[in-house]
T-cell receptor, first 112, second 113 residues
Framework: GENVEQHPSTLSVQEGDSAVIKCTYS??????FPWYKQELGKRPQLIID?????GEKKDQRIAVTLNKTAKHFSLHITETQPEDSAVYFC???????????FGGGTRVLVKP | NAGVTQTPKFQVLKTGQSMTLQCAQD?????MYWYRQDPGMGLRLIYY???????DKGEVPNGYNVSRLNKREFSLRLESAAPSQTSVYFC????????????FGDGTRLSIL
């Protein structure tokens, strides 16, 4: 089955700097890659996603890039703000079935 | 429009007790999922149901059973709870082709003593 690895596990940045989280996946047939933000005690919330026929997608201060050849995708947060502090998860949908495999998460701390 | 509703929100069990976690969605989605999230970790799929009448194992199905009661409801049962099943359980629903994982419930925090 699909395997998703996420790095780093923790990331501390100064307010206003950029944050980058990277994920790799194992199933070359995977075709959908969402990212989630989870605040303490809350449900995961989908913040951006990308499909395998697209290389990059942006939504205001967040962007996701996908390299299908290398089987990795990344989340970029620019001009970070304290409210960006949370745990971020990547995920991938493999070829078999309509289900997701999640990475282990990255705890992001934005220091004022 | 409530989305995905999970009950209960919190539960404490003793080892060996049984319990059913309930999940209902009002978006007419075909697919429903149960995940568990252990402290400091990502979500792992326990079971899913691609459509009414079908269920399939995910990554960590041992110790659990599920029932897709109808299109709206998907329940998760622990027959004999073990401390290793202490976790936060999330239910989710989706429709093939739409943005996956957009509809999670608020979670059930389960502690097994």
């Amino acid at each position: 089955g699909e395997n998703v690895e996420q790095h780093p596990s923790t990331l501390s940045v100064q307010e206003g700097d950029s944050a980058v989280i990277k994920c790799t996946y194992s199933d070359s047939a995977s075709n959908y890659f969402p990212w989630y933000k989870q605040e303490l005690g809350k449900r995961p919330q989908l913040i951006i996603d990308i499909r395998s026929n697209v290389g990059e997608k942006k939504d205001q201060r967040i962007a996701v890039t996908l390299n299908k050849t290398a089987k990795h995708f990344s989340l970029h947060i620019t001009e970070t703000q304290p409210e960006d502090s949370a745990v971020y998860f990547c995920a991938a949908r493999g070829a078999a079935g309509n289900k997701l495999t999640f990475g282990g998460g990255t705890r992001v701390l934005v220091k004022p | 429009n409530a989305g995905v509703t999970q009950t209960p929100k919190f539960q404490v069990l003793k080892t060996g007790q049984s319990m059913t976690l309930q999940c209902a969605q009002d978006m007419n989605h075909n697919s429903m999922y149960w995940y568990r999230q252990d402290p400091g970790m990502g979500l792992r799929l326990i079971y899913y149901s691609a459509s009414e009448g079908t269920t399939d194992k995910g990554e960590v199905p041992n110790g659990y059973n599920v029932s897709r009661l109808n299109k709206r409801e998907f329940s998760l049962r622990l027959e004999s709870a073990a401390p290793s099943q202490t976790s936060v359980y999330f239910c989710a629903s989706s429709e093939p082709g739409e943005r996956l994982g957009e509809h999670f419930g608020d979670g059930t925090r389960l502690s097994i003593l």
